[in-house]
């Protein structure tokens, strides 16, 4: 069993930056793709970026591509993202998830899920 605990989601101001880490418990880490996600008052789960098990391939939604940046570091279990140039859309819960692909995290096929933490951009 996989544990993925998120950390650093608080409220920033509109063109602000934000560093959102995931930290996962157990040997397995390695072995899986890793994601985020985000679900914004009244929406549904939104996929954000994935990242493969060496760090070697991402992928990122449009709205966030040029801005975001997902990595891993397999050696201390955890997975960043880099949040820049921050909007009001962006205001949501960020959870991290681990699954087999990339793919399989785009579809929101994940095997583990993270507990989420809030992210509020100000206008």
């Known amino acids: 069993q996989v544990q993925l605990v998120e950390s650093g989601g608080k409220l920033v101001e509109a063109g602000g930056s934000l560093r959102l880490s995931c930290a996962a418990s157990?040997?397995?880490?390695?072995?899986?793709?890793m994601g985020w996600f985000r679900q914004a008052p009244g929406k549904e789960y939104e996929f954000v970026s994935a990242?493969?098990?060496?760090?070697?391939?991402?992928s990122y939604a449009d709205p966030v591509k040029g801005r975001f940046t997902i990595s891993r570091d397999n050696t201390k279990n955890t997975v960043d993202l880099q949040m820049n140039s921050l909007k009001p859309e962006d205001t949501a819960v960020y959870y991290c998830?681990?699954?087999?692909?990339?793919?399989?995290?785009?579809?929101?096929?994940?095997?583990?899920w993270g507990q989420g933490t809030q992210v509020t951009v100000s206008s």
């Open positions: 998830a681990a699954g087999s692909t990339v793919g399989d995290v785009r579809r929101k096929q994940v095997d583990y």
């Open positions: 157990g040997r397995t880490f390695s072995r899986y793709c």
């Open positions: 990242i493969t098990w060496n760090g070697g391939f991402t």
